[in-house]
C-alpha cells in the first residue's frame, strides 16, 4: 500500500514513530511524500533517504539524548545560568547536535539538500518569527531568494525542532544579507496533515500524532526560566489536545505517551520501550480498521482541514 505521511512535533516522543513505521512497513506499507514538523521533520527526512523503520530504530538507538540539551560553559552556572541564555541568546541550550547527527545520517544515503530528493518527497515545517509566517521547506524558499540546493534539510530540521525558549533561534542568513529567526514549526502548525490534500487522493495521508489525557503544568511557576519552560510545554501539549475532525481522526495514527513530555531528555530505557511499544501498537490497531474507500466516502462529506 503507498502511502502519503505527515509527522507531528513532540520532542523526544518521537520514539514512538519508530514503533508506528516498523508496524506500517511490517503490513507492506511504501511511503510516497513526507512531510514533519519538530521531531516528526527527522523521522520524515531519514524516511526520505531511504532509511527502513528498522534502520531508523537503530540510529535513535545510538542517539544521544543527554547532548539534545546542547549546553555551553554558561548553562553551568549556578542558578543563573539558563537564565543568561535566555537573555542573551534567546534560548537556554544549544540545538546544534541534531544538525550534526541528521547531517552524518544523509550522508550515507549521499543526499545532503533537498535537490538531492525528487520533488515534493520531503516538506518540512518551521516558523520565521522575523516575518510571522510559516516556513514550508523547500516550496517556501523562493520567498527567500533560495533555491533547493542552498538549503541542507538538517539546517531545515534544525529549525524545525528549535523549541521557543529552550533552544536558541536559529539565524538564518539569507542571500540579500538580511536575517530570519527561525524556531520550532510547532509554533505555527504541529500537524500539518492537510499538506498533501487534493481533490481525489490518489494515495491516502496517514497522519502520525501524539495524545495525552491531560495538560500537565506547574502550579508555582516561581522564576522566568520557569514561565518560560511552562509556555513551552503548554504549547506543545495543547497540540495534543486539540480536537480533531471526523475525517483527519479517520486518517490519524494517534499514540499516547502517558506523562512524557517533549523536552523528557533523560528517558530511562523503560520509557523509551514504552514510547516505541506504544507506538507500535497504536499503528496496529489502526491498520486493522483501515478502509481507503470508506475514508474517501467521508471524505467526500467533508472539506479539507486547514
Known amino acids: 500500500m503507498k502511502v502519503d505521511a505527515v509527522f507531528e512535533g513532540g520532542g523526544i516522543r518521537g520514539i514512538a514513530f519508530a514503533g508506528a513505521i516498523e508496524s506500517?512497513?511490517?503490513?507492506?506499507?511504501?511511503?510516497?511524500?513526507?512531510a514533519g514538523t519538530s521531531v516528526g521533520a527527522?523521522?520524515?527526512?531519514?524516511?526520505?533517504?531511504?532509511?527502513?523503520?528498522?534502520?531508523?530504530?537503530?540510529?535513535?538507538?545510538?542517539?544521544?539524548?543527554?547532548?539534545?540539551?546542547?549546553?555551553n560553559w554558561i548553562n553551568h552556572i549556578p542558578f543563573v545560568g539558563n537564565f543568561v541564555n535566555l537573555v542573551f541568546y534567546?534560548?537556554?541550550?544549544?540545538?546544534?547536535?541534531?544538525?550534526?547527527?541528521?547531517?552524518?545520517?544523509?550522508?550515507?544515503?549521499?543526499?545532503?539538500?533537498?535537490a538531492?530528493?525528487?520533488?515534493?518527497?520531503?516538506?518540512?515545517?518551521?516558523?520565521?518569527?522575523s516575518s510571522g509566517q510559516m516556513i514550508i521547506f523547500p516550496d517556501d524558499l523562493n520567498r527567500y531568494g533560495m533555491k533547493p540546493s542552498d538549503v541542507t534539510i538538517a539546517q531545515a530540521v534544525r529549525m524545525s525542532t528549535s523549541i521557543p525558549f529552550f533552544y536558541r533561534p536559529a539565524r538564518?542568513?539569507?542571500?540579500?544579507?538580511?536575517?530570519?529567526?527561525?524556531?520550532?514549526?510547532?509554533?505555527?502548525?504541529?500537524?500539518?496533515?492537510?499538506?498533501?490534500?487534493v481533490e481525489t487522493p490518489r494515495y491516502p495521508t496517514f497522519g502520525f500524532r501524539f495524545l495525552k489525557d491531560r495538560i500537565e503544568g506547574d502550579a508555582i511557576i516561581p522564576t522566568p526560566i520557569h514561565l518560560a519552560q511552562n509556555i513551552v510545554k503548554t504549547m506543545?501539549?495543547?497540540?495534543?489536545?486539540?480536537?480533531?475532525?471526523?475525517?483527519?481522526?479517520?486518517?490519524?495514527?494517534?499514540?499516547?505517551t502517558d506523562s512524557i513530555t517533549a523536552t523528557d531528555f533523560l528517558l530511562t530505557?523503560?520509557?523509551?520501550?514504552?514510547?516505541?511499544?506504544?507506538g507500535y501498537q497504536a499503528a496496529e490497531l489502526f491498520l486493522s480498521t483501515w478502509d481507503f474507500e470508506a475514508h474517501k466516502q467521508l471524505r467526500?462529506?467533508?472539506?479539507?482541514?486547514?
Open 172 to 197: 538564518w542568513k539569507l542571500a540579500n544579507k538580511s536575517k530570519s529567526y527561525i524556531v520550532d514549526g510547532g509554533l505555527l502548525s504541529n500537524f500539518p496533515i492537510w499538506l498533501f490534500d
Open 90 to 114: 534567546l534560548g537556554m541550550y544549544k540545538n546544534d547536535y541534531i544538525d550534526v547527527w541528521l547531517e552524518e545520517r544523509l550522508r550515507k544515503k549521499n543526499i545532503r539538500t533537498f
Open 42 to 71: 527527522i523521522i520524515a527526512a531519514l524516511l526520505a533517504a531511504g532509511y527502513t523503520s528498522k534502520e531508523i530504530n537503530e540510529q535513535l538507538k545510538e542517539l544521544n539524548f543527554k547532548d539534545l540539551r546542547g549546553k
Open 300 to 306: 467526500s462529506k467533508k472539506k479539507p482541514q486547514k
Open 269 to 278: 530505557d523503560e520509557q523509551s520501550d514504552y514510547l516505541f511499544e506504544s
Open 24 to 34: 506500517m512497513e511490517a503490513h507492506g506499507v511504501q511511503w510516497q511524500k513526507l
Open 236 to 256: 506543545m501539549q495543547a497540540h495534543d489536545m486539540r480536537h480533531l475532525s471526523d475525517e483527519t481522526r479517520d486518517r490519524t495514527i494517534q499514540i499516547y
Open 116 to 129: 538531492d530528493l525528487p520533488p515534493e518527497k520531503l516538506k518540512i515545517i518551521a516558523s520565521d518569527i
